[in-house]
């Protein structure tokens, strides 16, 4: 009997130990999972996901077009999301490459595919139920679930905020005539026409893209000043900033002047990050400050 009393106590003890060895492995290997799990993010938008989901702790590399935090001075900046180098990103050893459809060259890719990095080309979001999905599917690829769903939350109610102001700008009159210059150093400007970054924000924020053709076209003063657009927004792929954009393009194209966006200085700043990627946090913040703007024009009107 007692020799049986020790064997029962005997094999408790070892299932004991057995179930914490078990316990203190999963806990090590959770953790290691975390520390090797190494992300390079090629695109603002992505990045700006990423960043929104409290995944900078397992960032290692963003592209030129990406804005992140000073604290994160260890990340390293590689080249245009267009135009990765395969030999720059392996130099950091990632787990995974997330970007857009426009993310490239396609050799780039492969070469990265067949090195055992896992390569994840989300779909360019250009509603708000796209940019929803894409938020659910990096929660999933992150193992931030949680913080997708909150975050799914922000974006829908973003939604809710835009749809009354365009309400608003329904009820003030016409929605504003409004126009995208696209300023490039040594290069013409360009007028953002229909399916292009520039005209979701224009639309989602209650304007009216008078440009009236699809992608980018250069345009001369002549034919901006025919439009006739309440609303001049621009946007510089230029690396140095201007301290006076606004006078520098009127005084470029004086007949800018004679538009009631120049006559009334109408003519507002687009930020580049919010034009990169198709619908992103940064154009969902753009698109309701314009909207704010044009119920400010209207009731002046």
């Known amino acids: 009997m007692l020799k049986l009393q020790i064997f029962n106590a005997k094999n408790v003890l070892l299932t004991s130990m057995m179930a914490a060895a078990v316990l203190l492995s999963g806990a090590l290997f959770s953790q290691t999972t975390s520390i090797e799990n190494r992300v390079v993010s090629a695109g603002a938008g992505i990045t700006e996901l990423v960043l929104a989901l409290d995944a900078s702790d397992e960032l290692v590399g963003v592209d030129s077009t990406s804005q992140i935090p000073d604290e994160l001075k260890s990340v390293a900046k590689l080249g245009y999301h267009r135009m990765l180098s395969a030999e ?5 050893s990632p787990s995974m490459l997330l970007g857009s459809e426009a993310m490239g060259p396609k050799s780039t890719l492969e070469v990265l595919t067949h090195a055992n990095v896992e390569v994840v080309s989300l779909p360019s979001a250009n509603t708000q139920a796209e940019l929803v999905s894409n938020v ?20 829908n109610l973003s939604f809710e905020q835009l ?40 639309k989602l924020a209650g304007g009216q893209n008078v440009a009236g053709f699809d992608g980018y076209k250069s345009v001369s ?22 301290s006076d954009p606004v006078n520098d393009l009127l005084q470029a194209m004086p007949l800018l002047n004679h538009t009631p966006a120049g006559e009334y200085k109408q003519i507002m700043n687009l930020p580049p990050q919010a034009l990169i990627g198709g619908l992103g946090l940064s154009a969902i913040t753009a698109a309701d400050k314009l909207a704010s703007d044009f119920i400010s024009i209207k009731k002046r009107q």
Do not use: H
Request: hydrophobic fraction near 45%.
């Open 88 to 92: 720059g990103i392996l130099a950091l």
């Open 136 to 155: 659910e599917l990096l929660g999933k690829l992150l193992s931030r679930e949680s913080q997708a769903n909150e975050l799914q939350k922000k974006i």
């Open 163 to 202: 749809d009354a102001k365009q309400q608003t700008i329904a009820q003030l009159g016409d929605a504003p005539k409004v126009l995208f210059l696209l300023l490039q150093q040594d290069r013409p400007a360009r007028v953002g026409g229909d399916n292009t970054a520039a005209d979701i924000i224009i």
């Open 221 to 242: 003063q002549e034919g901006i000043l025919a439009l006739q657009p309440d609303v001049i927004l621009i946007s510089s792929r230029s690396e140095t900033e201007k």
